[in-house]
């Protein structure tokens, strides 16, 4: 595991910007194409608006295909929809195609939505194995990831896929990518920042003794890839480096 600490947001975004102009190069150059799983939430809105202006030229972007880690249950106009975010900082810059991007259909039940996902996945990858280039995380300050919440069903999934949850602090269903199926990306790496991510942080990469069911993102740990993350100072406050 990486650590990269950066002293203000620009910092941390500008480095985690070269991260991923770098891997995107790498997989466009060795298999033609890069598949690039999207966080959603508040921390990337910058980062993908930089990324789609100032470093535009930088990455081909037609060989570039977006997926999304998670999903909110909510329609897709709506304020919370991880999708709607991305396309407002992300894909109306890069003028994205359509089919360039996997959002997840939540007018569906949130079990078909889910089901839709995986089906829509394993067209793109051709049947084979679902293996991201990276994967785009955040982390909650009650050390959520993706949509994997303290305490709820997804924990404890074992499975390679997407699934639905209901998450009772939320009072809502979430879809989500399982932590077996993004354990299996070629690279992964966290953006998270901020004083309220320090007890989330210090417990999730700092804690010997695992306890997923209270620190989901302990879960996140590549089988075969790399493990980065991208954090200010404020977030490691509470670690013993
Ligand atoms: O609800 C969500 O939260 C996490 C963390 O979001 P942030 O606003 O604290 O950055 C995010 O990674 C996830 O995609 C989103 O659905």
Same mark, same amino acid.
Request: no cysteine.
């Given at each position: 595991?990486?650590?990269?600490?950066?002293?203000?947001?620009?910092?941390? =975004?500008? =480095?985690?910007?070269?991260?991923?102009?770098?891997?995107? =190069?790498?997989?466009?150059?060795?298999?033609?194409?890069?598949?690039?799983?999207?966080?959603?939430?508040?921390?990337?809105?910058?980062?993908?608006?930089?990324?789609?202006?100032?470093?535009?030229?930088?990455?081909?972007?037609?060989?570039?295909?977006?997926?999304?880690?998670?999903?909110?249950?909510?329609?897709?106009?709506?304020?919370?929809?991880?999708?709607?975010?991305?396309?407002?900082?992300?894909?109306?810059?890069?003028?994205?195609?359509?089919?360039?991007?996997?959002?997840?259909?939540?007018?569906? *039940?949130?079990?078909?939505?889910?089901?839709?996902?995986?089906?829509?996945?394993?067209?793109?990858?051709?049947?084979?194995?679902?293996?991201?280039?990276?994967?785009?995380?955040?982390?909650?300050?009650?050390?959520?990831?993706?949509?994997?919440?303290?305490?709820?069903?997804?924990?404890?999934?074992?499975?390679?896929?997407?699934?639905?949850?209901?998450?009772?602090?939320?009072?809502?269903?979430?879809?989500?990518?399982?932590?077996?199926?993004?354990?299996?990306?070629?690279?992964?790496?966290?953006?998270?920042?901020?004083?309220?991510?320090?007890?989330?942080?210090?417990?999730?990469?700092?804690?010997?003794?695992?306890?997923?069911?209270?620190?989901?993102?302990?879960?996140?740990? *590549?089988?075969?890839? =790399?493990?980065?993350?991208?954090?200010?100072?404020?977030?490691?406050?509470?670690?013993?480096?």
């Amino acid at each position: 595991m990486n650590l990269h600490i950066f002293k203000s947001i620009p910092e941390l =975004n500008e =480095n985690l910007i070269k991260y991923v102009i770098e891997i995107a =190069n790498q997989s466009i150059a060795t298999k033609g194409r890069f598949d690039f799983v999207l966080t959603g939430g508040n921390s990337p809105k910058e980062l993908y608006k930089e990324i789609s202006t100032t470093f535009k030229d930088k990455i081909d972007w037609t060989k570039v295909y977006f997926f999304f880690g998670d999903e909110r249950y909510v329609l897709p106009d709506h304020k919370d929809y991880n999708g709607l975010m991305a396309k407002e900082t992300l894909f109306n810059n890069l003028q994205t195609p359509e089919d360039h991007i996997f959002y997840f259909d939540t007018t569906l *039940p949130p079990a078909d939505s889910a089901k839709a996902y995986k089906a829509a996945l394993d067209k793109h990858f051709n049947g084979e194995e679902i293996v991201f280039d990276l994967i785009l995380l955040g982390m909650g300050d009650d050390a959520h990831t993706a949509s994997i919440f303290p305490e709820t069903e997804l924990v404890k999934s074992i499975h390679q896929t997407v699934e639905s949850v209901w998450v009772e602090k939320l009072d809502t269903y979430r879809i989500s990518l399982t932590a077996p199926l993004i354990n299996k990306a070629k690279n992964i790496a966290f953006i998270t920042f901020g004083e309220n991510k320090a007890n989330a942080l210090k417990h999730v990469i700092g804690d010997e003794q695992k306890d997923y069911f209270v620190y989901p993102a302990q879960l996140i740990k *590549p089988l075969d890839g =790399n493990l980065d993350w991208f954090v200010d100072d404020k977030a490691t406050g509470f670690l013993d480096l």
